[in-house]
């Protein structure tokens, strides 16, 4: 079996590659094909949070699917994984899908500062464990995922002064070669597509040089992931457009086009637009996931069209449902107590099993109840709701 492929299949203008356009992708494996704007699902010790593979089948019935394994909540089970060498995949039961191991878990904190020369902490429940690059590529010979991120520094956010970032560019790019290196060598990882991560926090110079650096092996690599824009998993929603935008906009001209283009983390859906509108093509599921922690559900209404080669979303829920104090843009909260007797599903209009059968009161009861069937409820729905997103920016790009 070959590496998985990623093709851009929009037509170019004239010939010409166009960054910082939206485009529509396509990501091969073997038999499995997810095609983009897409986004991983996001996981947790190997699942996504409180969903069964067989309820998941049932909410993404067309096996198009990517799953994203955060390193902090797999290293628990690398010992029996290594006993079962079989990979990560089979060993939690997703073998029919593609598969991405990143290095931090973009849905909660990522300690910052417990890094050590080449070494990068990992956060997991047992406090955070020094990983090299060796120790990090024995690892991925242990999970044999479709695609892994390089070790890199990424506890980068807002704040960090120009030493850190630099810092960070340095060190990432030294990991990147290390594990590029021990990637040739592995008989084991010859099926494994290697995503580079672009770091340089803020800073549009140390962005181009870390792109720049990277782009030098880009036959090497089947993506390029943009990292280090935050440490915190929610603080990301407040994260403004034009203060990210900008400097994606300028990344994207230093690294090859035909390559698949990520970023992870809670991006809201107007910033999800802007930045597909920037050309990037691959996402991931912490919304939907971070939307039901917080017991919330996702509402938004959206009218989406393609004009001037962008996409254009106009967000018309803006706070309707007046009782509900905790309300953003975008979502409702069913522990608030309007919902007690609200014998309506949570969006009319949506087709998900949820909102088929259960009513808003049903699951406010449910959820105040610290019943688990509350958020299994409320999962099924964000992420249908936030996967049937996606399946409309796609179509709106296939006019
Ligand atoms: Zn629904």
Not at 36 to 52: E, H, N, R
Not at 135 to 163: G, H
Not at 330 to 340: G, W
Not at 363 to 376: K, P, R, T, W
Request: charged share 25%.
């Amino acid at each position: 079996m070959e590496q998985a492929r990623f093709s851009v299949v929009t037509d170019r203008p004239n010939g010409i590659p166009h960054t910082n356009r939206p485009r529509l992708g396509s990501l091969k494996h073997s038999n499995s094909q997810v095609d983009t704007p897409a986004f991983m699902f996001y996981t947790k010790c190997g699942s996504v949070p409180y969903i069964s593979r067989e309820l998941f089948e049932k909410i993404v019935p067309d096996d198009q699917a990517l799953f994203n394994f955060p390193l902090p909540t797999c290293l628990s089970f690398l010992q029996p994984l290594k006993e079962f060498k079989r990979g990560l995949n089979s060993f939690v039961g997703l073998e029919k899908y593609l598969s991405c191991c990143s290095i931090t878990d973009y849905a909660v904190d990522t300690p910052q500062g417990y890094n050590k020369k080449d070494c990068v902490a990992i956060k997991t429940k047992s406090g955070n464990q020094l990983i090299n690059h060796e120790k990090y590529m024995d690892i991925i010979e242990v999970f044999k995922p479709t695609m892994y991120v390089t070790l890199s520094i990424s506890d980068i956010n807002l704040n960090s002064s120009l030493s850190s970032i630099e810092k960070s560019v340095n060190i990432s790019n030294r990991l990147f070669k290390s594990c590029l290196e021990r990637h040739h060598q592995s008989e084991v990882l010859k099926q494994s597509g290697v995503i580079a991560p672009i770091q340089g926090g803020y800073n549009v110079q140390e962005r181009i040089r870390s792109a720049t650096f990277l782009s030098e092996y880009h036959d090497d690599v089947l993506g390029f992931l943009f990292d280090g824009f935050f440490t915190d998993g929610t603080i990301v929603e407040e994260i403004p457009s034009d203060l990210i935008v900008p400097i994606i906009n300028k990344t994207m001209e230093f690294i090859p086009y035909d390559k698949m283009k990520i970023i992870f983390g809670a991006w809201t859906p107007s910033l999800i637009i802007d930045l597909i509108n920037s050309g990037m093509d691959m996402f991931d599921s912490c919304l939907p996931c971070i939307t039901t922690e917080r017991n919330s559900a996702l509402i938004f209404d959206y009218n989406l069209k393609y004009k001037n080669e962008s996409i254009i979303m106009d967000v018309s829920h803006r706070k309707t449902d007046k009782m509900n104090d905790n309300l953003n843009e975008y979502e409702i909260c069913l522990t608030d107590k309007c919902h007690f007797e609200k014998f309506v599903p949570i969006k009319d209009s949506c087709t998900c099993l949820t909102c088929k059968k259960h009513t808003r009161s049903y699951i406010h009861h449910l959820l105040v109840s610290n019943e688990l069937l509350g958020s299994i409820l409320l999962t099924i729905h964000n992420l249908h709701y936030f996967n049937q997103f996606f399946k409309d920016i796609r179509e709106v790009l296939m006019k």
